[in-house]
């Protein structure tokens, strides 16, 4: 599985992105996608994930409320709509793909086998 993040870029405080994710699957059927994000300096860390046959989301106490995770079949594409931003949001985004994720690890890096190579969130206060 090839994934590409896309969307990144410099946007004041307040203000909103969209970020896409592009899987190579024809099928993602069996897949959880998820966004995680990475600061200079800390870990990667959970954002929000979506598991594709149900349309299940999850997200992390940062993004609830203000981030939606989404996803369309044709083409195979994920998306985070990120609302109101704040300095602290300022990151590179990853997404993630995995056919095998459970529930009680959907937050953790290491659940995900198929990553993007990143895009670049900066939030200007």
């Known amino acids: 599985v090839q994934l590409q993040a896309s969307g990144g870029g410099l946007v004041q405080a307040g203000g909103s992105l969209t970020l896409s994710c592009t899987a190579s699957?024809?099928?993602?059927?069996?897949?959880?996608m998820a966004w995680f994000r990475q600061a200079p300096g800390k870990e990667r860390e959970f954002v929000a994930a979506?598991?594709?046959?149900?349309?299940?989301?999850y997200y992390s106490d940062s993004a609830r409320g203000r981030f939606t995770v989404s996803r369309d079949n044709n083409p195979n594409m994920a998306y985070l709509q990120m609302n109101s931003l704040k300095p602290e949001d300022t990151a590179v985004y990853y997404c993630?793909?995995?056919?095998?994720?459970?529930?009680?690890?959907?937050?953790?890096?290491?659940?995900?086998?198929?990553w993007g190579q990143g895009t670049q969130v900066t939030v200007s206060s």
């Open positions: 993630a793909a995995d056919a095998r994720t459970i529930l009680s690890s959907i937050r953790m890096p290491r659940s995900y086998d198929y």
């Open positions: 699957l024809r099928s993602l059927r069996q897949y959880t």
């Open positions: 979506i598991r594709w046959s149900s349309s299940h989301t």
